[in-house]
């Protein structure tokens, strides 16, 4: 079992930056992949990004590369999710998600686990 805490949401400008935390726990985590996936108002859950579970794999939907960035530190059960030049599109909740796989997995129907989502608001 892996239980997973967002933080880090908030309200920012267009052009800053955030930094989202998904703390997990559990034994476990370091043998699963991780995800972090977003859903805006009226709109399905959107896959952003994922890293695999030894963290030398990432993936990143067209919308967010290059501006975020996947990470993972397994000492310290968490991943993380860098935003930089936010749009007012990448308005959503955040959520991260834990998959019982060693490579990335971009579709929510592959996650095993999920958090509770964090709120982030990009003002224009």
């Known amino acids: 079992q892996v239980q997973l805490v967002e933080s880090g949401g908030g309200l920012v400008q267009a052009g800053g930056s955030l930094r989202l935390s998904c703390a997990a726990s559990g034994r476990t985590f370091s043998t699963h992949a991780m995800g972090w996936f977003r859903q805006a108002p009226g709109l399905e859950r959107e896959f952003v990004a994922g890293i695999s579970w030894g963290g030398g794999i990432t993936y990143y939907a067209d919308s967010v590369k290059g501006r975020f960035t996947i990470s993972r530190d397994n000492a310290k059960n968490t991943a993380w999710l860098q935003m930089n030049s936010l749009k007012s599109e990448d308005t959503a909740v955040y959520s991260c998600?834990?998959?019982?796989?060693?490579?990335?997995?971009?579709?929510?129907?592959?996650?095993?686990?999920w958090g509770k989502g964090t709120l982030v608001t990009v003002s224009s």
């Open positions: 998600a834990a998959a019982r796989s060693s490579g990335v997995v971009t579709t929510p129907a592959g996650m095993t686990y």
